[in-house]
């Protein structure tokens, strides 16, 4: 019998837990394993708080500030909770010169929130990038990860109107 006493996690929950090790032979250390295990962690929760961070590190024995400059340096971590529909808006060179500063306001003033800001029944987050590499659809944003463009706001009208359809059509 064993008197190692294992720490209880709040997030990495012997599921998350089963999936990292399932990845752990994939890579070469720990350190190569963050991602993936980052990737675990919040798709089974839809974010990362900071204190699934420190878990995180203290389970892969390596400094808590080797994940947080990880989480908090790529957009596709989440530190926050984020709506079902997450909605990048592209601000880069391409898509500012075609309207896309305009188009951010008219998305948040039409979802009635800030930017990164959860809508009260948890469908939208809107958030601004810097790019999202698909310059030719111009003005363009990404919804969960389809890139949608060239968008104006009767497009984004109905972009709106297709997922909230689809979001009652998925709930029992």
């Known amino acids: ?21 399932a990845l752990r032979p994939r890579y070469p250390d720990r350190r190569a394993l963050l991602m ?39 957009n596709m971590y989440h530190e926050r909770p984020v709506g079902r529909y ?3 808006v592209c601000g880069n060179i391409a898509c500012s010169l075609r309207g896309a500063r305009r188009l951010l306001r008219y998305l948040l003033d039409r979802l009635g929130v800030t930017e990164r800001a959860v809508t009260p029944d948890g469908l939208f987050t809107v958030e601004r990038v810097q790019c999202i590499g698909a310059c030719e659809l111009a003005p363009v944003v990404q ?24 979001a009652r059509e998925a709930t029992p």
């Open 143 to 166: 919804v969960n990860g389809e890139f949608i463009g060239p968008v104006d706001e009767a497009r984004l009208d109905d972009l709106i109107t297709t997922l909230r359809a689809k």
């Open 86 to 88: 997450l909605i990048y």
């Open 1 to 21: 019998m064993s008197s190692r006493v294992e720490p209880a996690y709040r997030y990495l929950t012997p599921e998350v837990c089963a999936r990292i090790e």
């Open 36 to 74: 993936p295990a980052l990737w675990a962690i919040q798709e089974a929760h839809g974010w990362i708080p900071l204190e699934a961070q420190t878990e995180l590190a203290a389970y892969l024995e390596i400094p808590a500030v080797w994940v947080h400059e990880v989480v908090s340096f790529y």
